[in-house]
């Protein structure tokens, strides 16, 4: 799904592929979140649950 945001940014909402989780790691380190990085691959089986979708 996409939708324009007020920013007038485009954001794109789909489901989460594994690809996806390097992205996610490098989105915990740049926002402080630190155990989640530090727990290295192990989130990962988490966002394999299909009900996160992404915001992109």
Do not use: C
């Amino acid at each position: 799904m996409n939708f324009t945001l007020e920013n007038g940014k485009e954001a794109i909402v789909r489901e989460y592929k594994t690809e996806d989780f390097s992205a996610i790691q490098e989105l915990n380190a740049s926002e402080g979140w630190n155990t989640l990085v530090e727990r290295g691959r192990r989130p990962k089986k988490h966002w394999r649950i299909p009900t996160f979708p992404m915001l992109l």
